[in-house]
């Protein structure tokens, strides 16, 4: 019985440690280039971040703009969270 329960905590801790490294990143930059179609925008760093239909891109995000985005890391791509112009 104890074995199992060591079993079951150890598995516990295995999926709740591997849970947090798929965490989310802040960066902060101004946009160089967005191609809607593509679902792709570059900031001028050359920092590029694509986004699926789940992510609201507004037309405030703009060639020139001064965004703070919120992505993560998935399948060597950096995928937008969250986007929002700053003032």
């Known amino acids: 019985m104890k ?3 060591l079993a079951m905590i150890l598995g516990l ?8 490294l798929v965490a989310a ?7 160089k280039t967005i191609e809607v179609n593509q679902k792709v925008l570059t900031l001028d760093d ?6 699926t239909d789940t ?8 060639s020139g703009a001064m965004v703070k985005a919120t992505y993560e890391e998935k399948d060597g791509r950096f995928m937008l969270k969250k986007i929002e112009v700053m003032q």
């Open 13 to 20: 801790v295995v999926v709740v440690l591997s849970a947090g």
């Open 25 to 31: 990143a802040d960066l902060q930059g101004k946009v």
């Open 55 to 62: 992510v609201t891109v507004t037309e405030a995000v703009k």
């Open 46 to 51: 050359g920092t590029k971040l694509y986004w």
């Open 3 to 5: 074995r199992a329960m």
